[in-house]
Each structure stands twice: as structure tokens, then as C-alpha cells.
């Protein structure tokens, strides 16, 4: 994508897998992809480096202080909420694949 080329030639950095999906990431939240906001993002992904940077990335658009215990917590409740729609999914499925035997028939 060019225009994640562009943003990472702009701040001074390599075009690196990393530093291509730190950029995609902020695009798709919608944050600015200016040198700060990189230098900025990178920072916070060095210190952070188990994080993911969709993880960090919903905390800076959301204004959550990126902190050790909310990385933790913001993450926990991202794993938290995709196992619960996947229950609600396979709850879905099963009830759709059940025989509907109406009262009287």
C-alpha cells in the first residue's frame, strides 16, 4: 500500500513488517498517521511489546493512558468479548439447526 510506504518514508522509518502493520492498525482506527503519532505509537509498542498493536491503538483513539495494568485490562476484555460472540454464535447455530415443534401439531 502506498500510502503506508509514504507515512513510514515521511517519519524516518524502515519499512519493516512491524512498522507496516503499526501503520495499517492506526489507519484503521482512524488515527493520524503523522511523525508523531508513529514515533509515538512505536514508543508505546517498544515499551508494551506483548501488546498488540490493535490493542494499543483502540487505547490511544479511546483516550485510555497506555499503562502496563490497562494494556492488560483492555486485552482481557478484547479476548473476553471475542470468546463471548463466539458462544453467542455457536448458541445461534445450534438453535437454527433445531427441530421447531409448534404447540398442537
Known sequence: NPTLLKALMQAGMGVTTDNLEMVRTMMEEQ???????LNQMMRQLAMFPKAEPSVIAQM?????P????????FSNYKADT????KELENVFQSRSQEKVILPGR
Open 31 to 37: 488515527l493520524p498517521i503523522d511523525k508523531n503519532s
Open 60 to 64: 490511544n483513539k479511546l483516550g485510555i
Open 66 to 73: 497506555v499503562t502496563e495494568a490497562n494494556v492488560q485490562q
Open 82 to 85: 471475542a470468546a463471548i460472540m
